[in-house]
């Protein structure tokens, strides 16, 4: 390699750093993308269940939400419907623990809509939901407008 070839591999490899860090930078300086906040607030609220809590559930709620699930035969429309489906569960944990399978946040605009496998473990039983919860930006900040569960089969290898 001659001289004038080590220089433009040298400018190549300092252009190729110059814009990693400005992509590093860039996402650093946005703080906490939307995708990493809809999901610590759902892990928040799965912990919550956790000690039989709903409360980090119903805090973000919208008020307006609808919710199905296959515990329900209709749709429960509004936060107070919510709060009376929930309200006998208060102090009984849903699970021992829990794993967010394959968790996928979308987010248009001001809406988020995440999608993922719950496996609840109980002893040494456990059960797989699907969950669909769609978040909305507020100014209070993301809330849930809808809610979907259903049972499903345990994911194959």
Known sequence: MNGRQAVKRALSVLSVLAA???????GADSGVGPEREV????????????KGNPDPQLAISDPEITYFHAVVE?????????????????GVPLYDSYEMLNPKVQ??????????????????????????????????????????WSAAKAPQP
């Open 74 to 90: 209709k749709r429960i429309d509004g936060l107070a419907a919510l709060k009376e489906l929930y309200e006998p569960y208060r």
């Open 39 to 50: 999901l610590a607030l759902e892990r928040q609220a799965m912990d919550g269940w956790l």
């Open 107 to 148: 987010v248009a605009g001001d809406v988020a809509i995440l999608t993922y496998q719950l496996a609840r473990h109980n002893g040494t039983a456990t059960t797989y939901w699907n969950g669909t919860q769609v978040y909305r930006k507020k100014k209070e900040g993301w809330r849930v407008i809808h809610t979907h």
């Open 20 to 26: 990693a860090t400005w992509i590093a930078r860039a």
